[in-house]
């Protein structure tokens, strides 16, 4: 296998997270014979400083051209001031249109090591292992007509929430087939009792749902979704849903298994597809070696397995987490009694040893 990646750490704790996973790639590279190439570019607040724009063309044209990019978070408050258009999050959005990613893939699993992480009891998270779909480039956050306007009150905000039925049908097509590789159960997610765009989002996924017989399908609103991951996440196994819904739900999910620090995940579509943790930058802690990298660790693994189809290589990656976990080490968003915490770069390092030694 030969492959080019394009890095893209961004702003906050990106810069410190992505080389621990680019360390893993390396070494999955060296150990099963494959060549990989890593090519760094700036993104978001990083951009912003160096050329005044979040996605510059340059950074674009790599990740076009590249098999796979590998991104580490963008934001923070330095760049709140700006203008909406310049913003760094607008370099994801940008990202995921430019290159078709339109399905969002974020497993929340539990390590059974870190039950006492949760904030929920034991009873009610053990044996979670669900997979958030979450439709990516359409919704209120791409949709039209929208902004800030002048009115004789003061001002009005607009955002429009659309979807038509071929972005519908695309999502649907990935959470079923999805679900055929795991328990065979998907839960459609909507507010198709108030909302046009989620009535019509319904009917077309019943309609997807009949080239696959043999899988489950269920339909839920997102307000008792958001009730029912909290009351009983094993019921689920594969939840489809909006932008908005997904963006949503995917971080109520995440928190379930301990911290926002150890969930991965994939945005696929028609291009290279881009693989990040789902945790923003945060700022407060950049630069500290505070941050877990077990997430970008296992969106690396997760782009070993979707992109370049290296199933072996990113179980191999998997499981050097899990052992590690099981050794004890732990960062500070996950420490408990009787753990030994560690930071950033002595996480990644005791998961390459476990990995190197597997």
């Known amino acids: 296998m ?61 990740a076009k051209s590249s098999d796979a990019v590998l991104l580490g978070a963008v934001g923070g408050p330095k760049w709140e001031g700006l203008d909406y258009t310049i913003r760094p999050e607008r370099a994801l959005l940008g990202l995921r249109e430019q290159l078709g990613l339109f399905a969002n893939l974020r497993p929340a699993k539990l390590y059974p090591m870190l039950s006492e992480a949760s904030t929920l009891k034991r009873e009610v998270i053990e044996g979670i292992d669900l997979l958030v779909v979450r439709e990516l480039t359409g919704g209120i956050y791409f949709g039209k007509p929208k902004g800030i306007e002048k009115t004789a009150e003061g001002e009005r905000g607009v955002n429009t929430e659309v979807y038509t039925t071929h972005e519908i049908q695309r999502i649907a097509k990935v959470a079923f087939e999805a679900a055929r590789k795991r328990r065979r159960k998907v839960m459609s997610v909507d507010k198709a009792n108030v909302l046009e765009s989620s009535e019509l989002w319904r009917r077309v996924v019943i309609d997807v749902h009949r080239d696959y017989p043999d899988v489950e399908l269920s339909h839920m609103y997102v307000d ?59 700022p407060d802690i950049a630069g500290k070696n505070l941050a877990n990298p077990i997430a970008t660790i296992a969106s690396a693994a997760m782009l070993l397995s979707y992109q370049l189809r290296l199933d072996k290589e990113a179980e191999a990656i998997e499981r050097a987490i899990q052992k590690t976990l099981e050794q004890g080490y732990r960062t500070k968003d996950i420490q408990g009694p009787g753990t030994t915490l560690v930071g950033t770069v002595e996480m990644g390092d005791a998961i390459l040893k476990n990995f190197l030694q597997g």
């Open 224 to 282: 008792n979704c958001a009730m029912q991951l909290i009351r009983n996440p094993r019921q689920f196994d594969v939840l489809v849903t909006t932008n908005l819904f997904g963006d949503i739900l995917s971080d109520e999910a995440a928190m379930l298994t301990g911290s926002i620090g150890m969930l991965p995940s994939a945005s696929i579509g028609t291009k290279a597809g881009m693989y990040e943790p789902i945790h923003g930058s945060a």
């Open 2 to 62: 030969k492959a080019q990646i394009a890095v893209l750490a961004g702003d906050g704790v990106g810069k410190e997270i992505v080389p621990e996973a680019v360390k893993l790639l390396r070494a999955a590279a060296e150990k099963f014979g494959h060549t990989l190439t890593f090519v760094p570019a700036d993104v978001g607040g990083a951009a912003i400083d160096k050329i005044g724009v979040p996605l510059p063309d340059d950074t674009l044209a790599l």
